[in-house]
């Protein structure tokens, strides 16, 4: 890895604690909409398309009502969700050393919007790419490509730090090396098969990593 200018970081499973927040609220809505309970494997099977994406395809009738009970669910309920330990120092040493950080995220605006303001951490990032702001979905490395030509960057000087698949093959397909967390990974065993560039167990492992490289 030469000199990191840049980190993209994910947001669920990786910056923040909120899976769980995610499985309740899809829960909420399939409960009240279908009186239905999902478990976290057909939850999980849903992920790539942002929620408004996933609520007009399965509530197709009343999406506009089922987006309003998942959003107030979301927002409501979020006291659940945290930064993971050693995060938020990390991030704070980080913008000392003049690092830009992003987000690239599957997930849509609202929901990014709504957990970063409610973990007070919007302000440390110079750019965040939602679901809602690529014609592809996350797997691939549209996000990524963006923010490379925005910040004129080098992808020698960026590195890519996710818990799941898609950030693996996004970070590939662009070519930028990539870290996989696997503090809270839902897809931990996938993660490993795909060999990414660095593997952290903690968060002190990745700190101790980034202070090398900058």
Same mark, same amino acid.
């Given at each position: 890895?030469?000199?990191?200018?840049?980190?993209?970081?994910?947001?669920?499973?990786?910056?923040?604690?909120?899976?769980?927040?995610?499985?309740?609220?899809?829960?909420?809505?399939?409960? &009240?909409?279908? /009186?239905?309970? *999902? %478990? =976290?494997?057909?939850?999980?099977?849903? @992920?790539?398309? #942002?929620?408004?994406?996933?609520?007009?395809?399965?509530?197709?009738?009343?999406?506009?009502?089922?987006?309003?009970?998942?959003?107030?669910?979301?927002?409501?309920?979020?006291?659940?969700?945290?930064?993971?330990?050693?995060?938020?120092?990390?991030?704070?040493?980080?913008?000392?050393?003049?690092?830009?950080?992003?987000?690239?995220?599957?997930?849509?605006? &609202?929901?990014? /919007?709504?957990? *970063? %303001? =409610?973990?007070?951490?919007?302000?440390? @990032?110079?750019? #965040?790419?939602?679901g809602d702001d690529i014609?592809?979905?996350?797997?691939?490395?549209?996000?990524?490509?963006?923010?490379?030509?925005?910040?004129?960057l080098r992808k020698e000087?960026?590195?890519?730090?996710?818990?799941?698949?898609?950030?693996?093959?996004?970070?590939?397909?662009?070519?930028?090396?990539?870290?996989?967390?696997?503090?809270?990974?839902?897809?931990k065993d996938e993660v490993?098969? *795909?060999?990414?560039?660095?593997?952290?167990?903690?968060?002190?492992?990745?700190?101790?990593?980034?202070?090398?490289?900058?």
């Open positions: 890895m030469e000199k990191i200018k840049a980190i993209i970081f994910d947001l669920d499973g990786t910056l923040a604690s909120t899976n769980s927040l995610i499985f309740n609220s899809f829960n909420y809505i399939s409960k &009240k909409y279908k /009186d239905k309970e *999902l %478990s =976290k494997k057909d939850i999980i099977s849903l @992920f790539g398309p #942002t929620e408004d994406e996933i609520i007009d395809e399965f509530f197709t009738e009343e999406s506009d009502l089922v987006k309003k009970d998942y959003y107030d669910y979301y927002s409501t309920h979020h006291d659940s969700a945290k930064l993971y330990p050693g995060l938020e120092e990390l991030i704070r040493f980080l913008k000392s050393k003049k690092v830009l950080l992003f987000i690239y995220t599957g997930k849509g605006r &609202k929901t990014t /919007d709504i957990t *970063l %303001s =409610k973990l007070n951490v919007l302000e440390y @990032f110079d750019s #965040t790419i939602t014609k592809q979905r996350k797997s691939s490395g549209e996000g990524i490509q963006v923010l490379l030509e925005k910040f004129n000087n960026v590195l890519m730090i996710g818990d799941a698949v898609a950030d693996i093959k996004a970070a590939r397909s662009v070519g930028v090396e990539v870290a996989s967390v696997l503090w809270d990974s839902y897809a490993l098969q *795909l060999k990414s560039d660095y593997i952290f167990n903690t968060v002190g492992e990745l700190k101790e990593f980034v202070k090398k490289h900058l």
